[in-house]
């Protein structure tokens, strides 16, 4: 089994949602998960208005997707998945 390793991690669960549109598309062994952002005691796990939204992949497909994500981008005319709101890259 291949070692996931941290890709992108996003507070917009939209942005979120168009990146994980792109690793399903071309069929990309992935790993979401949701990481609490703060200490509150009523925190669901799964909620991702309330959770960093991580994305895990291979690193060896972290060429292939960059390359997905500036295709997407060049073609759209717009900065979507690469917008500077999401936590890292």
């Known amino acids: 089994m291949k070692h996931f390793s941290t890709f992108r991690t996003y507070i917009d669960p939209v942005e979120a949602e168009e ?4 690793l ?27 959770a960093n939204i991580i994305f895990k992949i291979n690193e060896e497909d972290f060429p292939r997707v960059e390359a997905l994500i500036n295709f997407m981008v060049a073609d759209l005319g717009e900065h979507i998945l690469l917008n500077r709101n999401n936590v890292n890259k």
Do not use: A, T, W
């Open 19 to 22: 990146l994980l549109e792109v």
């Open 24 to 50: 399903q598309k071309h069929n990309i062994p992935f790993e979401r998960s949701f990481e609490r952002r703060d200490d509150s005691e009523g925190y669901v796990g799964s909620n991702p208005f309330d």
